[in-house]
T-cell receptor
Framework: GDSVTQMEGPVTLSEEAFLTINCTYTATGYPSLFWYVQYPGEGLQLLLKATKADDKGSNKGFEATYRKETTSFHLEKGSVQVSDSAVYFCALIGTNAGNNRKLIWGLGTSLAVNP | AAGVIQSPRHLIKEKRETATLKCYPIPRHDTVYWYQQGPGQDPQFLISFYEKMQSDKGSIPDRFSAQQFSDYHSELNMSSLELGDSALYFC?????????????FGPGTRLTVL
């Protein structure tokens, strides 16, 4: 079945450091790929998405490129801020989902940014 | 813009009690998903509804049931609560007819079973 694997956390960075959170997937066809963010004590917010190969999703300085050849969707940000401290989830919706478009989630990566 | 509404936001129950969680999707969204997120865990898909019919079922215990009503809101009914049911329960909605696959999440209901 479809699955998502993302790097384990926690990740601890200093402010203005470069961030990469790796995410790879297993799925048939061309799934849609997502990054969700969960700030402490809050719900899940869509950070960015990509629906076809070579698409780049971007939002709030974060970027991720849909790489079909490496089945990856790594999240990057050039300069993190303390306010980026959160848990980041990589997720997909399979191509053959039809109306059953449940999200398949990675385990989440906790990011802590120190001033 | 209107978002997904969940109620209640917090709920405390005793073991073996019942609980009902409600979800009001974004207007004109016809698909609702329920997820359970335990402490420090990734969300686990429970069940989904499309046009008031169950469309998919995940790891939902038999003690739980859910339905989607004519106004597209959904309710998750939980009976014989156990300590392990303590979690954040998220509802998400999407517009299935338009083919959109983006799911919009509500703020969640935090259920604590004592």
């Amino acid at each position: 079945g479809d699955s998502v694997t993302q790097m384990e956390g926690p990740v601890t960075l200093s402010e203005e450091a470069f961030l990469t959170i790796n995410c790879t997937y297993t799925a048939t066809g061309y799934p849609s790929l997502f990054w969700y963010v969960q700030y402490p004590g809050e719900g899940l917010q869509l950070l960015l998405k990509a629906t076809k190969a070579d698409d780049k999703g971007s939002n709030k300085g974060f970027e991720a490129t849909y790489r079909k050849e490496t089945t990856s969707f790594h999240l990057e940000k050039g300069s993190v801020q303390v306010s980026d401290s959160a848990v980041y989830f990589c997720a997909l919706i399979g191509t053959n989902a039809g109306n059953n478009r449940k999200l398949i989630w990675g385990l989440g990566t906790s990011l802590a940014v120190n001033p | 813009a209107a978002g997904v509404i969940q109620s209640p936001r917090h709920l405390i129950k005793e073991k073996r009690e019942t609980a009902t969680l409600k979800c009001y999707p974004i207007p004109r969204h016809d698909t609702v998903y329920w997820y359970q997120q335990g402490p420090g865990q990734d969300p686990q898909f429970l069940i989904s509804f499309y046009e008031k019919m169950q469309s998919d079922k995940g790891s939902i215990p038999d003690r739980f049931s859910a339905q989607q009503f004519s106004d597209y809101h959904s309710e998750l009914n939980m009976s014989s609560l156990e300590l392990g049911d303590s979690a954040l329960y998220f509802c998400a909605s999407s517009n299935g007819r338009r083919g959109g696959n983006e799911q919009f999440f509500g703020p969640g209901t935090r259920l604590t079973v004592l």
